[in-house]
């Protein structure tokens, strides 16, 4: 398929780029419906979430579908790793805080968490949740306050209210109106998106 260059559309490939907070990045352990991982990838673009870390030692990564994804899986760039050890060290040598959503004692309300900072959200599987040795190893855990009789959210929901809960904070202090990419590193993402 040949993509068509013009002036509207890299207007807007550029207006995209720019807004990515590239501060921000989402880890997946083990999540293995595509329909989820489809949704969480359409919610990690329109956050403007450049990078998902895929952590996948138990599961197989699912097969994407264009259609449940929307062509969000070719906008977000992907990592991937076979275990926790390697993904978190990987992650602390870029600089990030490791937040880890756990329902648990310990935990923290979402609305405690500075999502400001440069964080990655660690998500965990639809039946077991997150592992103990990410958990454990994790800078902080936290957990969305549920009210209901059943204490769980569907993952992808839980994603999109997580990564929405810190779209809110880095808005209210003008982080998307300040890219933190070179004019050259734009540009050079503008060639190579038109061409996708």
């Avoid at 999540?31 to 197989?60: Q, W």
């Avoid at 990655?120 to 190893?137: F, K, M, Q, T």
């Avoid at 779209?167 to 933190?180: A, G």
Wanted: aromatic share 10%.
């Amino acid at each position: 398929m040949i993509c068509i260059r013009t002036e509207r559309r890299t207007n807007k490939i550029r207006s995209v780029i720019k807004a990515r907070q590239s501060s921000l990045k989402v880890v997946l352990e083990n999540i293995h419906d595509p329909h989820n991982v489809s949704a969480i990838f359409r919610t990690c673009d329109a956050a403007g979430i450049p990078k998902v870390s895929l952590l996948y030692y138990l599961e197989s990564f699912p097969k994407i579908g264009k259609k449940s994804s929307a062509s969000a899986f070719k906008w977000v760039e992907k990592e991937r790793f076979k275990n926790v050890r390697d993904c978190y060290n990987h992650l602390r040598e870029e600089g990030f805080k490791i937040y880890a959503s756990q329902i648990s004692d310990d935990a923290k309300y979402i609305y405690d968490i500075d999502f400001t900072d440069k964080v990655a959200i660690v998500l965990g599987n639809e039946h077991r949740g997150i592992s103990d040795e990410a958990a454990r190893l994790a800078d902080e855990r936290f957990l969305i306050p549920m009210y209901g009789m059943v204490q769980s959210l569907n993952v992808s929901v839980s994603a999109a209210v997580i990564i929405y809960e810190a779209l809110r904070q880095r808005r209210f202090n003008d982080m998307y109106e300040k890219s933190t990419l070179s004019s050259k590193e734009i540009a050079e993402l503008v060639t190579k998106w038109s061409n996708k």
